[in-house]
């Protein structure tokens, strides 16, 4: 029983966050099955060095902005339809400066970023198990959709270049798919298909409206468990297009980015884990010039965790 809630405690303490200081990445192991009634309490610490703030869609022209931030999220698992479901709440809070090349321009801000909502759902290869039935269960494929929520909640001056809220929401729907293979299941390859769209910000630059094009991705995870309580994984995300308008004008700034990253998840026990990260954007094509790590401990309860 211990063993296996070490697997269950692996497998839900790296849930993806609301679009922050990771380049957008949805987390390797996010649709892997789970014991109805699991919670999951995260608090993480990120850094990232970037041409963007916490709205990572676009660019600041010329600037070098750093970016420290703690996150706070909760996840909740349970069944319907005899499927697994789960919600998501998350807020960042952050300190973000820098300072733009060519200019005098250079400053500090904190306070907390936009909130993130989720919902998600396992359509196939994930039944809605109790922690009993959990432990004669075996991985297998599966198949999910999500759709993430980040609300303008954040910090926001239309009359400031640096802030850490966007004024505007984004919704991004995504579809995964997940297969373990290889001797004992210790490999696992995830594939997502997502896209971000973006409602106007009425009062960019003070006055102005700007208005985004959908921006879709295309993301690979590659995991392997060295141990039972420990996996690694490499990531890659490609996203493209993303065209922003102000007032009405084309900025021609469609976007490609190819990001690569790594993350670690290692369980010390069936409450209690943690996670590092890392992500570049090796491409970056009118997008975030991105590098940034994360170091982030959940802890996980359920009934009959002991």
Same mark, same amino acid.
């Given at each position: 029983?211990?063993?296996?809630?070490?697997?269950?405690?692996?497998?839900?303490?790296?849930?993806?966050?609301?679009?922050?200081?990771?380049?957008?990445?949805?987390?390797?192991?996010?649709?892997?099955?789970?014991?109805?009634?699991?919670?999951?309490l995260e608090l993480g610490y990120d850094y990232a060095r970037a041409d963007?703030?916490?709205?990572?869609?676009?660019?600041?022209?010329?600037?070098?902005?750093?970016?420290?931030?703690?996150?706070?999220?909760?996840?909740?698992?349970?069944?319907?339809?005899?499927?697994?479901?789960?919600?998501?709440?998350?807020?960042?809070?952050?300190?973000?400066?820098? @300072?733009?090349?060519?200019? *005098?321009?250079? $400053?500090?801000?904190?306070?907390?970023?936009?909130?993130?909502?989720?919902?998600?759902?396992?359509?196939? $290869? $994930?039944?809605?198990?109790?922690?009993?039935?959990?432990?004669?269960?075996?991985?297998?494929?599966?198949?999910?959709?999500?759709?993430?929520?980040?609300?303008?909640? $954040?910090?926001?001056?239309?009359?400031?270049?640096?802030?850490?809220?966007?004024?505007?929401?984004?919704?991004?729907?995504?579809?995964?798919?997940?297969h373990p293979f290889g001797l004992e299941q210790k490999w696992q390859i995830?594939?997502?298909?997502?896209?971000?769209?973006?409602?106007?910000?009425?009062?960019?630059?003070?006055?102005e409206i700007l208005r985004q094009d959908p921006l879709p991705g295309l993301?690979?995870?590659?995991?392997?468990?060295?141990?039972?309580?420990?996996?690694?994984?490499?990531?890659?995300?490609?996203?493209?297009?993303?065209?922003?308008? =102000?007032?009405?004008? *084309?900025?021609?700034?469609?976007?490609?980015?190819?990001?690569?990253? @790594?993350?670690?998840?290692?369980?010390?026990?069936?409450?209690?884990?943690?996670?590092?990260?890392?992500?570049?954007?090796?491409?970056?094509?009118?997008?975030?010039?991105?590098?940034?790590?994360? =170091?982030?401990?959940?802890?996980?309860?359920?009934?009959?965790?002991?």
């Amino acid at each position: 029983m211990f063993n296996r809630l070490l697997c269950i405690c692996a497998f839900v303490a790296l849930l993806r966050t609301p679009e922050r200081a990771q380049a957008q990445f949805t987390d390797p192991h996010t649709y892997d099955n789970a014991p109805v009634g699991t919670n999951v309490l995260e608090l993480g610490y990120d850094y990232a060095r970037a041409d963007a703030s916490l709205d990572t869609f676009f660019v600041i022209a010329g600037a070098r902005l750093d970016l420290n931030q703690g996150i706070v999220d909760y996840t909740r698992y349970f069944g319907l339809f005899h499927r697994l479901i789960w919600v998501k709440a998350g807020v960042p809070v952050a300190n973000l400066s820098g @300072s733009i090349q060519g200019t *005098n321009i250079q $400053g500090s801000t904190t306070g907390t970023g936009d909130s993130g909502y989720e919902a998600a759902i396992l359509l196939k $290869g $994930g039944p809605a198990l109790t922690a009993d039935q959990f432990e004669t269960y075996r991985p297998s494929t599966t198949v999910g959709v999500d759709l993430a929520i980040a609300a303008p909640t $954040g910090s926001y001056n239309a009359n400031k270049i640096l802030n850490l809220g966007s004024d505007r929401w984004s919704f991004k729907p995504e579809i995964a798919v997940s297969h373990p293979f290889g001797l004992e299941q210790k490999w696992q390859i995830d594939a997502y298909a997502n896209a971000y769209f973006f409602t106007n910000n009425t009062s960019y630059r003070g006055k102005e409206i700007l208005r985004q094009d959908p921006l879709p991705g295309l993301e690979a995870h590659l995991s392997y468990f060295l141990l039972e309580n420990l996996w690694a994984s490499i990531d890659t995300r490609y996203a493209f297009r993303g065209e922003t308008w =102000v007032s009405g004008v *084309n900025q021609n700034d469609a976007q490609k980015a190819f990001i690569l990253g @790594s993350e670690m998840n290692v369980a010390v026990n069936a409450r209690h884990s943690f996670t590092f990260k890392f992500a570049k954007a090796v491409v970056h094509e009118n997008a975030p010039t991105q590098t940034g790590f994360e =170091v982030k401990y959940s802890y996980t309860w359920a009934k009959g965790y002991k």
